[in-house]
């Protein structure tokens, strides 16, 4: 007895779900199949294994020009978050990734959803050579401005690695805070290892800001992860400054400006 021929709907489903070797399987299996909804799944699922290679290509591109900058050795990529914000810290991730295996997704972290973030922190946190964190508190960057601040805390970043890195590069302009760093505008989409401190970084100062949301409610914290949003400037004319904004940053926002 004759099978019963497999049905386009099945073929279409079996091609969407399938890892990229089988996909490739199938794909020639069912070329010449003359259904419209078998070659329009094909299509899909090559469009599919095209993206998945060029993003293979784009992040091996990362991990080569991270290796053609640092050099041999170790290699720490520094990056910062909430140098704009007006309240919570200031945080830098410093991070050093071996080279292999290459983390697919790696990105400037303002170019990923908070989910795709908080996964690739965890490959991160799995695969790193070395992770450090530095946060620079908003009373100590009133007191001595942002580039100061700034400052400190990369150079506090690179030694909570532990490690001695043989070449530090940092995301943007020069910053003079290791005598072996090398900078790279954009380096957060460029590079690998900063863009795993990008990563790092990001997911670090979200969580705190979610729990100083439930620390001083009413700002919109969570949300707006201490930056101007109009629901948090809305907030600080009604309720005032709480003990983590920058006094420095918020004179703008005060219907009554701060006496000290």
Known sequence: ???????????????????????????????????????????????????????????????????EMGGEGIVVGVDEVGRGSIAGPLTVGAVALPDDPEILGLNDSKQLTPERREALAAQIADVAL????????????????????????????????????DCVLIDGNPMHVHPKEKTLVKGDARIACIAAASIVAKVTRDSMMVAYDEEYPGYHLAQCKGYASAEHIAAIKEKGLSPIHRISFCGNFLETPPLF
């Open 1 to 67: 007895m004759a099978t019963r021929p497999t049905s386009a709907r099945e073929i279409a489903a079996a091609l969407s779900d399938a890892p990229e070797d089988e996909a490739l399987v199938l794909m020639e299996r069912y070329a010449e199949d003359p259904r419209k909804q078998v070659q329009h799944a094909i299509a899909a699922a090559r469009k599919r294994i095209e993206r998945a290679a060029a993003e293979r290509d784009r992040v091996h591109g990362m991990y080569s020009l991270m290796r």
């Open 130 to 165: 070395a992770i450090g964190i530095c946060h620079v508190e908003p009373a100590s960057i009133d007191a001595v401005g942002m580039a100061q601040a700034l400052r400190m805390a990369m150079a506090g970043a690179i030694e909570d690695t532990g490690v001695d890195p």
